[in-house]
């Protein structure tokens, strides 16, 4: 569950991370009545990115221009979803803009943390300048000061940013939490921090233990709008060969940092909605997203390698698995349907009689390997489930399974070149 801009700073205000005077307006005749002095900033209060570029967040300076602008807003849909609610923040001169996240990989079992000297609207600038520190034993001052070193900060930076990773880890563990993400931190001219944005993702499974979490998602279950389109980084690098598909920015964040590191080159990057809770009933599912994303990844001219990086549920590892088995099998025409002796469960690596026989076919058959060669390979990091459905039905494809993402990174890299 994604938390809305002024509820994850209801939960920043808890642990001492500063934010600014801020109102939630429901109504553009609320703004009549407005405590905060002018100029203030009205920001649509949608659990979806990209809002600036949408024209869902404005600057006004008086309550005649503010009350244009709020209705305006409330009649904007951003990737789909309208708000029923605005918030009015007071207006920060930031001198300097910077990116922090503290992330629960499920794949690592460990917190990360992320920083990048770029913050902003900007996520391209954002993703080349990340930073990546995970967290490998109990937390201490030294991991958060490590990230802010590495960031390239200096000074009193280095303990004014520190002390704000250090809160959010710490409203992590504390809530449970699957990320944690401050873009923009603003800095003043005097070195003042300020979050002046935030993002919270909640771990469903985690409601029972909070009800104070539980009051906040039943706030945040709004209906939605269908919308089947993926978020887009672009990148500029016209010699880049491999295709990235995250469920988060965070998670994109750490995925571009260890490829880049590694020296790889990536063409495009696709980031469909939803973290662990996504939900599978819902027509704005992520699940649903992922026909068309697969397609346009696959379909980039140059793309050689399709990195899947998705943390989730169960469940919904388990769909989105059965997606794109769907859609490969769907690209070769190779059947989609098993047999009961071949769905049957067999220790790894064990093939039915009648699986080695149509997988043997599959292979002769010239149409299907000419199919199989235009196919880019497929990385797949998909934590959260079991899916050995999906791989017994991928078998005789260019689809590579890996736990790991360090090594699914480097197979990425390796097979891209």
Same mark, same amino acid.
């Given at each position: 569950?994604?938390?809305?801009?002024?509820?994850?700073?209801?939960?920043?205000?808890?642990?001492?991370?500063?934010?600014?005077?801020?109102?939630?307006? *429901?109504?553009?005749?609320?703004?009549?009545?407005?405590?905060?002095?002018?100029?203030?900033?009205?920001?649509?209060?949608?659990? #979806?990115? @990209?809002?600036? #570029?949408?024209? @869902?967040?404005?600057?006004?300076?008086?309550?005649?221009?503010? !009350?244009?602008?709020?209705? $305006?807003?409330?009649?904007? +849909?951003?990737? &789909?979803?309208?708000?029923?609610?605005?918030? $009015?923040?007071?207006?920060?001169?930031?001198?300097?803009?910077?990116?922090?996240?503290?992330?629960?990989?499920?794949?690592? /079992?460990?917190?990360?943390?992320? /920083?990048?000297?770029?913050?902003?609207?900007?996520?391209?600038?954002?993703? =080349?300048?990340?930073?990546?520190?995970?967290?490998?034993?109990?937390?201490?001052?030294?991991?958060?000061?490590?990230?802010?070193?590495?960031? *390239?900060?200096?000074?009193?930076?280095?303990?004014?940013?520190? &002390?704000?990773?250090?809160?959010?880890?710490?409203?992590?563990?504390?809530?449970?939490?699957?990320?944690?993400?401050?873009?923009?931190?603003? !800095?003043?001219?005097? /070195?003042?921090?300020?979050?002046?944005?935030?993002?919270?993702?909640?771990?469903?499974? =985690?409601?029972?233990?909070? +009800?104070?979490?539980?009051?906040? =998602?039943?706030?945040?279950?709004?209906?939605?709008?269908?919308?089947?389109? +993926?978020?887009?980084?672009?990148?500029?690098?016209?010699? /880049?060969?491999?295709?990235?598909?995250?469920?988060?920015?965070?998670?994109? $964040?750490?995925?571009?940092?260890?490829?880049?590191?590694? %020296?790889?080159?990536?063409?495009?990057?696709?980031?469909?909605?939803?973290?662990?809770?996504?939900?599978?009933?819902?027509?704005?599912?992520?699940?649903?997203?992922?026909?068309?994303?697969?397609?346009?990844?696959?379909?980039?001219?140059?793309?050689?390698?399709?990195?899947?990086? !998705?943390?989730?549920?169960?469940?919904?590892?388990?769909?989105?698995?059965?997606? !794109?088995?769907?859609?490969?099998?769907?690209?070769?025409?190779?059947?989609?349907?098993?047999?009961?002796?071949?769905?049957?469960?067999? +220790?790894?690596?064990?093939?039915?009689?009648?699986?080695?026989?149509?997988?043997?076919?599959?292979?002769?058959?010239?149409?299907?390997?000419?199919?199989?060669?235009?196919?880019?390979?497929?990385?797949?990091?998909?934590?959260?489930?079991?899916?050995?459905?999906? %791989?017994?039905?991928? =078998?005789?494809?260019?689809?590579?399974?890996?736990?790991?993402?360090?090594?699914?990174?480097?197979?990425?890299?390796?097979?891209?070149?």
């Amino acid at each position: 569950m994604d938390l809305l801009e002024y509820q994850a700073k209801q939960l920043f205000r808890e642990v001492g991370i500063p934010v600014l005077p801020s109102q939630c307006i *429901g109504d553009p005749a609320d703004l009549k009545r407005l405590e905060i002095p002018y100029p203030v900033v009205l920001k649509s209060q949608v659990p #979806k990115g @990209g809002r600036g #570029k949408a024209g @869902g967040i404005r600057l006004v300076a008086n309550t005649i221009d503010a !009350i244009a602008a709020a209705r $305006a807003i409330f009649n904007l +849909p951003i990737l &789909g979803q309208y708000p029923s609610v605005l918030l $009015a923040e007071s207006h920060y001169d930031a001198e300097r803009e910077f990116y922090l996240a503290v992330i629960l990989d499920y794949g690592l /079992g460990r917190p990360v943390l992320l /920083g990048s000297a770029q913050g902003g609207v900007n996520l391209e600038m954002v993703m =080349a300048n990340i930073q990546r520190v995970v967290v490998e034993q109990e937390f201490s001052p030294f991991y958060a000061r490590r990230l802010t070193l590495k960031m *390239g900060l200096q000074d009193q930076l280095i303990e004014s940013v520190s &002390g704000i990773v250090h809160k959010m880890y710490q409203l992590l563990i504390q809530k449970d939490l699957d990320s944690v993400e401050i873009n923009p931190l603003g !800095i003043s001219s005097t /070195g003042k921090v300020m979050a002046l944005d935030g993002k919270i993702k909640v771990n469903d499974y =985690a409601l029972g233990r909070h +009800p104070e979490l539980l009051n906040l =998602a039943s706030i945040s279950a709004e209906p939605t709008q269908l919308t089947t389109q +993926p978020t887009e980084l672009k990148w500029t690098d016209r010699e /880049g060969n491999i295709g990235i598909l995250c469920n988060s920015s965070c998670l994109a $964040a750490a995925t571009l940092d260890l490829l880049y590191q590694t %020296k790889g080159k990536p063409a495009s990057c696709l980031i469909v909605d939803g973290y662990a809770s996504w939900d599978l009933q819902s027509l704005s599912s992520p699940v649903q997203q992922l026909q068309s994303t697969l397609q346009r990844i696959t379909e980039t001219p140059g793309i050689r390698v399709v990195l899947v990086n !998705i943390l989730t549920s169960a469940a919904a590892s388990e769909a989105v698995a059965e997606v !794109i088995a769907n859609y490969l099998v769907s690209k070769v025409g190779t059947s989609p349907v098993l047999s009961v002796a071949d769905r049957a469960e067999r +220790p790894t690596g064990e093939r039915s009689p009648s699986h080695r026989k149509r997988l043997n076919r599959e292979r002769k058959d010239p149409r299907k390997s000419a199919a199989v060669k235009q196919l880019p390979h497929f990385v797949i990091r998909l934590v959260g489930g079991k899916n050995d459905a999906a %791989k017994e039905r991928l =078998a005789a494809l260019p689809v590579h399974w890996i736990d790991n993402l360090d090594r699914a990174v480097e197979q990425a890299i390796s097979l891209a070149k």
